[in-house]
């Protein structure tokens, strides 16, 4: 089945980084032939196909890849939440209260949830997104949402240092024992990639190094959360070892900006974080100017960023961050794609998934114009109608 998108009156491709890494083509249109892009460019040259779909004018952007997400836990931290709004300062501690609730959570609850959070994902035009675990801090929980997160998505990492649970409090190196032991055993068979909170009041440099080599081991590839509490040696671990990403990095030294700059690690910034917790945004414009490859994503998590909009992140970023509105389109999409080392989604070209998303706009800067409004009108993953609806008509 052949399906042309026409009539489109701004394909943002993201494929180049020209317009700040939008790549727009205007008055565009794109085929789509199974769950791949089989060309694109002027509607005016659209090959024939055997069905058509009119974009009425309206732009277009590529599925949005949410690179950083919690969505696999019980409960929530709404007190939390009120409490730092009255004053209260964030700490990672907090996880914790997560943890208990998730334990006693059975995996027909989880899961009953985490389709919820990705359907609400798909409606607001994400349609790769990254799950971690680290609310079980235990073996058999690490374990249930490893494996219920992989029913999801292909991009699952194993979070089991998030924290040092309470039943750990007095001896942090023998919880780390356990994650790079029986719990790295039962979980990599579920996951892609290996996670630690490198952070004061998470874990030393020292044990957060163990943690990733004993993932790499396994055949995980590492990521980190990093410089998000305070500036700290956890961004330079995280090159030195290769990972993919590090996230957060709220509080970068000029050495960190340097060392990103020229490594191939992505620095993926979480505005929801900073919006939840009223800590210092980030400074993108720092960072891009540098030559920091930069992605956005929104860290859905009950405690510290409990949103799941892309929109709204890229709204953020360039209100609060530096960001023009494409480097943020670009940043929620390509730059997502880089952080999870894919060259296949995050961008409209020919061989890439068909992850399409059209706006209810005539353009990608609307994201950011119109914060707070529903502009994601359909939304295709893989080829496949996952939100919103199309106008069809017949063959061309």
Not at 326 to 336: M, P, Y
Request: charged share 20%; with cysteine; proline share 5%.
């Amino acid at each position: 089945m052949r399906t042309l998108i026409t009539n489109i009156g701004e394909l943002s491709t993201c494929t180049m980084q020209i317009d700040g890494g939008a790549g727009i083509i205007r008055d565009a249109a794109v085929l789509v032939e199974d769950e791949r892009i089989a060309w694109v460019g002027a509607a005016a040259d659209a090959p024939v196909a055997d069905e058509i779909v009119d974009a009425a004018g309206r732009a277009m952007i590529p599925g949005f890849v949410d690179s950083h997400s919690h969505i696999v836990f019980g409960g929530d931290r709404a007190a939390e939440f009120e409490a730092r709004m009255a004053g209260e300062k964030y700490a990672a501690g907090g996880i914790r209260s997560t943890v208990a609730a998730t334990r006693v959570a059975s995996d027909d609850e989880l899961r009953a949830r985490l389709r919820g959070f990705i359907a609400e994902m798909h409606a607001q035009g994400t349609t790769t997104v990254e799950i971690k675990s680290g609310y079980g801090l235990d073996v058999e929980t690490e374990e249930r949402l490893v494996r219920l997160a992989a029913e999801a998505t292909d991009e699952v990492t194993f979070l089991g240092a998030h924290v040092v649970p309470a039943e750990y409090a007095d001896d942090p190196d023998g919880y780390v024992d356990l994650v790079t032991g029986p719990m790295l055993d039962a979980c990599a068979p579920h996951a892609k990639w290996i996670d630690v909170f490198c952070e004061t009041g998470a874990f030393t440099v020292e044990q957060s190094r163990r943690v990733l080599e004993a993932g790499t081991a396994h055949g995980l590839a590492p990521r980190v959360h990093a410089s998000q509490l305070g500036p700290g040696d956890g961004v330079r671990m995280a090159i030195e070892l290769g990972a993919a990403s590090v996230d957060h990095g709220t509080y970068l030294t000029d050495g960190d900006v340097a060392a990103l700059a020229a490594s191939d690690t992505v620095l993926t910034l979480l505005p929801g974080v900073e919006f939840s917790t009223r800590q210092p945004y980030p400074d993108a414009r720092r960072l891009i100017d540098a030559g920091v490859t930069v992605a956005l994503a929104c860290d859905t998590n009950p405690g510290s960023s409990f949103t799941s909009s892309m929109p709204f992140c890229i709204a953020v970023a360039v209100r609060d961050m530096g960001m023009t509105p494409a480097e943020a389109l670009w940043a929620a999409t390509a730059g997502g794609a880089a952080a999870l080392r894919r060259d296949d989604i995050g961008v409209i070209a020919p061989g890439a998934r068909a992850d399409l998303v059209l706006l209810d706009a005539p353009s990608h800067v609307h994201l950011s114009y119109r914060p707070g409004v529903p502009l994601v009108s359909t939304v295709w993953k893989d080829g496949v109608l996952v939100a919103g609806s199309a106008e069809r008509g017949g063959a061309s």
